[in-house]
């Protein structure tokens, strides 16, 4: 089995910053790509950014120049910073990563955290 343990998150005022973390555990032979998506009351859950292995990292033209992606592919981890956060920004975010957990099947499987909320207000 997979898990996503997600840390971080809380309360911010407008223009402040933020940082997410979540780390993979279990049987991972490979991940392919990690990311990170929210989901706000009302709302569906939005892509916010993705970092494949090997190619380009993909943002959200929303938090594109804020928002900053890092992964440590030997930790099998990611990092979400969040800077100049705005009340928009408010969601649960979710951790998420497409894994492969067997050398005898290639076949990738999507894993979700657990979610872990962020507020921006004043």
């Known amino acids: ?3 996503l343990k997600e840390s971080g998150g809380g309360l911010v005022q407008p223009g402040g910053s933020l940082r997410l973390s979540c780390a993979a555990s279990g049987t991972i032979i490979n991940i392919n790509a990690m ?3 929210r989901q706000a009351p009302g709302k569906e859950r939005e892509l ?3 970092i494949p292995t090997g190619k380009s990292t993909y943002y959200a033209d929303s938090v594109k120049g804020r928002f900053t992606i890092s ?3 030997a930790k099998n981890a ?3 910073l969040m800077n100049s956060l705005k009340p928009e920004d408010t969601a649960v975010y979710y951790c998420n990563a497409d894994v492969r957990r067997s050398w005898s099947e290639d076949r990738y499987y999507g894993y979700w ?3 872990t909320q ?3 207000s004043s």
């Open 35 to 37: 990311g990170w998506y």
């Open 48 to 50: 916010v950014t993705r």
């Open 71 to 73: 992964r440590d592919y």
């Open 118 to 120: 962020v507020t921006v």
């Open 1 to 3: 089995q997979v898990q």
């Open 78 to 80: 990611v990092d979400l």
């Open 113 to 115: 955290g657990q979610g």
